[in-house]
């Protein structure tokens, strides 16, 4: 799970289900209240997520073993929380790639 502010994020890392980033919002005193669910976008699993730098978008890796299938999509993050996707590089990483960062 990631943070941002009055939101959280968390990646559906259960290979071959649907996968998905749920959004929360988080009140004062730390209790989740469930936002949505992006559409889920055909992906073996989702197992890594960072913010950017300023909030504004989320960076969710998407390993996968088939080649040239590995990839991260990027969502932005609007101001009531929630998640638009907007692309996926596209160039493919490396088959099981496993970690990401931010800064």
Request: aromatic content about 8%.
């Amino acid at each position: 799970m990631i943070t941002k502010k009055n939101f959280a994020y968390v990646v559906n890392t259960g290979g071959g289900a649907p996968a998905t980033v749920t959004q929360f919002s988080v009140s004062s005193i730390g209790k989740l209240t469930t936002l949505g669910v992006t559409p889920a976008r055909k992906e073996f699993a989702l197992t890594d997520e960072t913010l950017s730098a300023n909030d504004k978008y989320l960076y969710v890796l998407a390993p996968s073993i088939a080649p040239g299938n590995s990839h991260i999509d990027e969502y932005k993050v609007k101001g009531n929380g929630t998640l638009s996707f907007v692309a996926a590089t596209s160039t493919p990483l490396a088959n099981g790639v496993s970690g990401l960062t931010g800064l």
